[in-house]
């Protein structure tokens, strides 16, 4: 049931090998959301980046929503602590039940999985499917590298310089939760046609 607060979707590494202060700045999103009256949906895994943000929220007093494939939840992927938990039967759906179900997107650092899921949102803005803000959690520089892509691709008529504007890149978690805020109280911003 969606609620009058907003829902965040957070993507991020389920990677349970990598530095305390990924996990450290996931948590205090998490901690932030919830304080901002928040709702968190992410993709409910029991590791790294994905439990941090939800332990964060559920320790400030918040809610998350996970959504996990089936066969994530039968490899014992999803994390017990989350109470309400959404089973789709693939990838695909998975994605398409939380773009439906929130207002805005946070990446945390990631791999494969959080890269393919942030430009899939980011391309769902360019070509108008979808109007959600979209921040680029920065810890230690992590997106540098494909901030720099992006803005080659701009550079290089890939894509249009208005469109360097489809995300935000925030360097703290406070940050980042008040790029949300203001974004969502702007409402939708317009952006040049792909074409």
């Avoid at 009058?4 to 202060?21: E, H, K, L, N, P």
């Avoid at 066969?71 to 989350?82: A, P, Q």
């Avoid at 938990?85 to 179900?101: C, F, L, N, S």
């Avoid at 720099?148 to 360097?164: D, N, Q, T, Y």
Wanted: one cysteine or more.
């Amino acid at each position: 049931m969606k609620s009058d607060r907003a829902r965040i979707c957070v993507f991020g590494a389920s990677s349970g090998r990598i530095d305390q202060a990924y996990i450290d700045a996931a948590y205090e999103l998490g901690k932030l959301l919830a304080h901002n009256e928040m709702d968190c949906v992410n993709g409910a895994g029991a590791m790294g980046l994905m439990r941090a943000v939800s332990d964060g929220v559920l320790d400030g007093g918040g809610h998350v929503t996970g959504v996990i494939p089936k066969f994530m939840v039968d490899n014992g992927w999803c994390y017990d602590r989350l109470i309400e938990v959404i089973i789709t039967p693939d990838m695909h759906e998975r994605k398409q039940q939380m773009a439906e179900m929130t207002d805005a997107v946070i990446a945390l650092p990631g791999g494969c999985g959080t890269l393919e899921e942030l430009l899939e949102a980011i391309t769902w803005r360019q070509l108008g499917i979808s109007a959600r803000p979209i921040v680029l959690l920065n810890t230690h520089g992590y997106y540098d590298p494909l901030i720099a892509m992006l803005e080659h691709s701009v550079a290089e008529g890939f894509m249009r310089g208005s469109h360097a504007a489809l995300w935000t890149v925030a360097a703290t978690p406070q940050d980042a939760v008040d790029a949300i805020n203001d974004q969502l109280q702007e409402g939708p911003m317009n952006f040049d046609s792909k074409y």
